[in-house]
């Protein structure tokens, strides 16, 4: 079966994108499935270095169409700059399709992501304020706008003054902020439905037509597991289900397409913005490992926090998603370490468990019991060959892999394309 789900297995940021633009030399289709321009997916290969917040990450090969599935929220300003930026850089012809059902980010969503986060006060989310958020509650909430409409200008014009005008009131009246101008979102959502237009189709249909013909799909998640809205730590969570019941949904496929389920770790963990990190490090260690892999966010150039790898908290995962296998990225970071720390399990209230507790109250009550392992002499980095791996590299993985009852697929040496361990081939 052709379909495969490559998903953060923590709190994002895992290293998704290098590991999609590696996948896609083999997939025709690359698929979005969830989230927003809260993303940001990071591709090097020979044409650059491509941050991609809305773009699919496999936008840099010649025989990829790249879609952005229906459970994406478009910020079709950010998409129109990553399509005309990426185009340029590209010798060949972007291949890109955008659901027509896929909600839009409007300049409403924007502001009221952040009035929001203010009014929160010590208890903000630490969203990362592009209105990802506002905008999943207009769908659900079913007063959103999908790409779709603005191909039928006339029903967006009878439509959003309405919309604008109970948005401002809610903007200034509760929050005291700042209306948006309606002129100036007629003019977007103008200009958007005549650069957009070119992409935007039922895009689920080259999903499911390539599907059936047998051609390998890969679905693109965002964020990660433990951000998810029903099986993260929430309400520290995305609005979104990065899980991988969010590609069935986000991308209208059904489960038998699917030929496998790939979680994505880091071999340490971070975070960006509020929430419980049972494993977080806030000493010199975790400095120094911010440091040398540069932790701060792709999107909002944040310092994320940063932790040991969290053995509960990834069985979550792996059980929340059925992983198939797990693609175990920036293991060159745990270089040059005497000995390694793994969170094999949680004391909670003085009681030892194994269990990871979805009350992000409990979950923040939980200290770390830590099992410590050797580190090795050598470096992995750029690495290719599993043989050259060093043996406490091999160790640590195996270890991994016990504690959370899953083989490895891919290991992840550098940031670059090609620096990758292949331990078992992911896609058929
Ligand atoms: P939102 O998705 O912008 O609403 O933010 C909600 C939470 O998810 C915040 O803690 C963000 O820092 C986090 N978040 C959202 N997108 C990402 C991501 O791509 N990587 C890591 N954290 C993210």
Sequence with gaps: MPAYAVIGAQWGDEGKGKIIDFLAANASIVARYSGGNNAGHTVINDFGTFKFHLLPSGACWPHTTNIVGNGVVIDADVLLKEISETQGRLPHKLKLAVSDRAHLIMPYHVVLDQVEEKRRGRDAIGTTGRGVGPAYVDKVARSGLRAGELLNPEDMALRLPDIVHFKNEVITKIYGGTPVSLDEVFAKANRWAAELAPYIRPAEDIVSGALSGGENVILEGAQGSLLDLDHGTYPFVTSSNPTVGGALTGLGIGPRSFGGVAGVYKAYCTRVGSGPFPTELKDATGEMIRQKAKEFGTTTGRARRVG????????????VNGFDSMI????????????????VAYELDGQRTERFPIDAVLLDRCKPVYEEVPGWKGTTSGLTDPEQLPRGARDYISRLEELLGIPTSLISTGPRREETVVMRPLMG
Excluded: M, Q
């Design 328 to 343: 175990v990225t920036r293991l060159d970071i745990l270089d040059g370490f005497e000995s390694i720390k793994v969170c």
């Design 308 to 319: 040991w790898f969290d053995s509960v908290a990834g069985r979550y995962s792996a059980r």
